[in-house]
């Protein structure tokens, strides 16, 4: 037996730099099932998740065919990012259950090679699909995500833009510090409301200024378009209310064109329509500072949860690598079927406890860092706990 498991390691042909000649092997073992499981689950997981939409869009609302299948390919890059943790939960258990069937991990702790040695390429191997889910994520999936919606939008609007925003509410704050006292508070200085966003003007516009001390200036516009040369709102066909601390009217005017040096967060906070799986890191900590601004705290506690989701869901790769190396290393014959059982339940139970602590995070219950991380600071130990047991 160690007679064999030395020709294996010999006859690997495809080198892999600065790695020992068990890595190679057994990183070598590792790409065909990892593959096979990237094709196997992007498949099942798009087939659900977008096909049956699609044809259902196709046959009812009458979407062509050639959007269809164009919105399909935009799709898959979410999907094969999905598959990644997957793919290596189930070919990690593979190829060290048929090592572990095949008595060569028996043979190679015989030559005084330890169990913690033998997970090390399963390791190496998770942080470079760990890398490539980053990197998916980041530069891929964000921007396919967000075209798919777009085109989808457009070809079941005949081509119209759609009105993106209702109900735009946008307060601006201030600091400021309390009479006789060192402490600080939030102030309401402005508030911009529209009811409508279309095209790039907004709609039934209304802003209350406080920002001028003893006085409250109240204007009410039909429409209002930001000036990106002059930095500038121009709003058209309105009424401009000035109140007095008393709560008595000192003037009302009229006005066809008035120009306002304001804030365009209003504008952003309308156009920027992506859902949080088509913008990547920096575009979400520009979506949170706009709602730290906006002074809403939920959708501020959401946003902050998901950051932290980004960061910590490429990671899933090396908690599954370990975890399908830690049991696939146990005595014993693990087949496919066996294999593929076994990473089910483990990608359900993993992902309902993401489901769990991300909801808890939303409420306030865990920080964002915690609500994040948390399964993936739990998988990591009980891998190891396997692991232990394991070299036992």
């Known amino acids: 037996m160690k007679l064999s498991v030395s020709k294996s390691l010999n006859s690997a042909s495809f080198r892999l730099p600065n790695l020992s000649v068990l890595d190679r092997y057994i990183i070598q073992e590792l790409i065909p099932p990892f593959l096979f499981g990237v094709g196997l689950f992007t498949s099942v997981a798009v087939t659900v998740g977008t096909v049956f939409e699609l044809v259902r869009k196709v046959a009812e609302s009458g979407l062509p065919v050639g959007i269809a299948f164009q919105v399909f390919l935009l799709k898959m890059p979410d999907f094969i990012v999905l598959a990644f943790p997957m793919s290596m939960i189930l070919t990690t258990l593979m190829v060290y259950g048929r090592l572990s069937s095949d008595s060569e991990l028996i043979a190679l702790r015989s030559c005084g090679i330890s169990i913690y040695r033998l997970v090390i390429p399963a390791v190496i191997f998770s942080f470079f699909v760990t890398g490539l889910t980053f990197a998916f994520n980041e530069l891929i999936v964000p921007a396919a995500n967000y075209r798919a919606s777009y085109t989808l939008e457009r070809a079941l609007n005949q081509d119209e833009i759609p009105i993106r925003e209702h109900n ?36 039934g516009v209304t802003i209350l200024d406080r920002s001028r001390e003893g006085i409250t200036q109240i204007i009410s516009s039909e429409s209002a378009v930001w000036n990106p040369t002059q930095t500038t709102w121009d709003f058209y066909e309105g009424t401009v209310y000035l109140v007095d ?21 209003p504008l952003d906070l309308a156009s920027d329509d992506r859902e949080y799986g088509e ?80 909801a808890m995070g939303q409420k306030a219950i865990l920080s964002p860092f915690m609500a994040a991380w948390l399964p993936t600071l739990l998988g990591l130990g009980v891998a190891g706990f396997f692991l232990y047991r394991t070299s036992e």
């Open 168 to 203: 735009i509410f946008y307060p601006e704050y201030q600091r400021v510090r309390l009479p006789d006292s060192d402490k600080k508070v939030n102030v309401l200085v402005r508030l911009f409301y529209a009811e409508e966003f279309e095209n790039g003007e907004m709609q």
């Open 245 to 265: 601390p008393d709560g008595s009217y000192r003037n009302i005017a009229r006005f066809d064109h008035k120009e306002l040096h304001l804030s365009r967060a």
């Open 279 to 358: 913008m990547n890191i920096a575009q979400t900590q520009e979506y949170l500072q706009l709602m730290k601004m906006s002074g809403d705290q939920k959708k501020v506690i959401k946003t902050q949860v998901r950051i932290q989701q980004k960061y910590a869901l490429p990671f899933v790769c090396v908690v599954f690598g370990l975890l399908g190396a830690s049991l696939g290393s146990r005595p014993g014959r693990t087949n496919r079927a066996t294999s593929f059982g076994v990473s089910v339940m483990i990608i359900f139970a993993y992902y309902l406890l993401s489901f769990i602590t991300g």
